[in-house]
């Protein structure tokens, strides 16, 4: 028995901080998550699919994207089940009460538990939805999972807390689920963790966002073994009865389905040239150039070196003034007196004026030097 579980599409983003063409690049790839899922499925042989909420980002969805979801959904061929998140909340308009969704798919619209069987499989899954934009009790409250043998699935959209907005799900409540496995959304980075006997896991987004979104995103491919059955046979007697040893989780594994990544990179300013990647890598990098340097870096000239070679760069300024240029504040010139004026501030004033302070050392050093003109 194997499944695969995925979450927090947020199909229809509005990706902000990217050029007008490549959000709508981002955009067009978000929404063919769900084909590339699909794919997943079928390369797996997956028995049953999992999608606890936040398919979609809000309440404008695209009628084409929320075609392309169903359709991917059909062609996964085995039952699909979708317990609605805070975003993308069960309510009468929803995309989710319109009736284009294919037989295979059962989606959640009550804040209680439901169970749907599937004796083809001997599994139970569990599942609720948001029907607001907050939730503040626990889904699981009370809800223990039968003994009987089968396996018991569970497909909620919260965090896993003792409070919060949204569908706190206390980690006693996952234990006393006596659930083999818990298939969660919300939080956007994957990850998991036991309850007792229960298994819980966060997929994280397919595909990252923004800055605070890193690294390779993807889905969750569970496997779990059949019961196992341990005949002894006695020697002179009939077989005895198979004695059950349970049905446990063998393995959670994370597959990467994102078409970018986020990465934030820190680099030497001075070496920043020739870090660049030979080629176009698919990424969108930020880069936070360190190092002390006697000149702010020229952040324009740098990112139209590094753009040819991303989907998407930008430079973040963290260099220092050198050491050495402070030594100098000691000196009985207007340098000395203006370093040490300069330094006073710095160290007096807010941190939120401490960009600005160091650019207005440097302007003045330069200034002050007859040095090159600095400015960008
Ligand atoms: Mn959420």
Redesign the pocket.
């Known amino acids: 028995m194997k499944l695969l579980h995925a979450a927090?599409f947020h199909l229809d983003s509005p990706l902000s901080g990217l050029s007008p063409e490549k959000s709508a690049q981002r955009r067009r790839e978000l929404r063919e998550i769900p084909a590339r899922l699909a794919k997943l499925a079928g390369e797996e042989d997956v028995d049953l699919v999992l999608l606890p909420?936040?398919l979609f980002d809000g309440g404008r969805v695209y009628p084409e994207t929320v075609r392309a979801l169903a359709r991917a959904l059909e062609e996964m061929a085995v039952p699909v089940f979708i317990a609605p998140?805070?975003?993308d909340y069960f309510h009468a308009k929803s995309p989710y009460a319109a009736a284009l969704w294919p037989d295979n798919v059962h989606i959640f619209t009550q804040p209680d538990l439901q169970v749907v069987e599937l004796p083809q499989l001997n599994c139970a899954v569990h599942g609720c939805a948001f029907t607001a934009p907050h939730r503040e009790d626990d889904p699981l409250q009370g809800f223990t999972a039968p003994d009987d043998g089968w396996l018991h699935l569970l497909c909620v959209?919260g965090e896993v807390g003792v409070s919060g907005s949204?569908a706190p799900i206390d980690p006693k409540s996952l234990e006393k689920s006596r659930a083999d496995y818990a298939a969660l959304?919300?939080i956007h980075a994957a990850g998991s963790g036991k309850a007792g006997k229960t298994l819980w896991a966060y997929p994280g987004c397919p595909e990252g966002r923004g800055f605070d979104e890193l690294g390779p995103k993807g889905a969750l491919i569970v496997t779990f073994h059949e019961p196992a059955q341990l005949s002894v046979t006695s020697p002179d007697g009939p077989a005895m009865a198979p004695v059950e040893l349970g049905t446990v989780p063998a393995a959670a594994k994370f597959v990467p389905v994102c078409r970018r990544q986020y990465r934030v990179q820190s680099v030497e300013a001075s070496a920043f040239t020739d870090s660049l990647p030979q080629g176009e890598s698919s990424d969108l990098v930020r880069f936070l150039l360190t190092g002390e340097s006697r000149f702010a870096p020229d952040l324009a000239a740098l990112a139209a070196q590094a753009a040819p070679h991303f989907f998407h760069v930008e430079l973040r300024d963290q260099t220092t003034l050198p050491q050495d240029l402070w030594a100098r504040a000691g000196e009985d010139s207007l340098t000395g007196l203006f370093l040490r004026e300069m330094r006073s501030r710095l160290d007096s004033g807010p941190e939120s004026e401490r960009e600005k302070l160091l650019l207005a050392a440097r302007f003045g050093l330069a200034a002050l030097e007859g040095g090159e003109d600095i400015r960008p």
């Open positions: 927090d909420g936040d998140g805070n975003h959209h949204y959304g919300h």
